[in-house]
Nanobody
Framework: QIYLFESGGGEMQAGGSLMLSCAAS????????MGWHRQAPGKTRELVAT??????NYADSVKGRFTISRDKPKDFVYLQMDSLRPDDTAVYYC???????????WGPGTQVTVSS
């Protein structure tokens, strides 16, 4: 079992920045991919960014504004969010793919609210 905990969410005005952090604990093993999804009210969950051995991947809506990074030894993943827009308002979920368990694990989510 892997446990994830996100932090860093909150409220920000449009144009501002926030940094989300996610810590993994438990029986971690090998995590080939770490990343973030988000879900806005009334919308389906969408991929925001991933990072793995193959590099990084971003949703078109956040390219050039968000940056994902990883501290592999400490099993942390970060999401630096710049030039925030009101449509970035959502609950942001950290996830990891466990190679040992062949499945994703999810954090409980952290709210990000961007006001205009």
């Amino acid at each position: 079992q892997i446990y994830l905990f996100e932090s860093g969410g909150g409220e920000m005005q449009a144009g501002g920045s926030l940094m989300l952090s996610c810590a993994a604990s438990g029986r971690i093993g090998s995590l080939s991919v770490m990343g973030w999804h988000r879900q806005a009210p009334g919308k389906t969950r969408e991929l925001v960014a991933t990072i793995g051995d193959g590099g990084t991947n971003y949703a078109d809506s956040v390219k050039g504004r968000f940056t994902i990074s990883r501290d592999k030894p400490k099993d942390f993943v970060y999401l630096q969010m710049d030039s925030l827009r009101p449509d970035d308002t959502a609950v942001y979920y950290c996830f990891v793919f466990s190679d040992d368990d062949n499945r994703n694990y999810w954090g409980p989510g952290t709210q990000v609210t961007v006001s205009s």
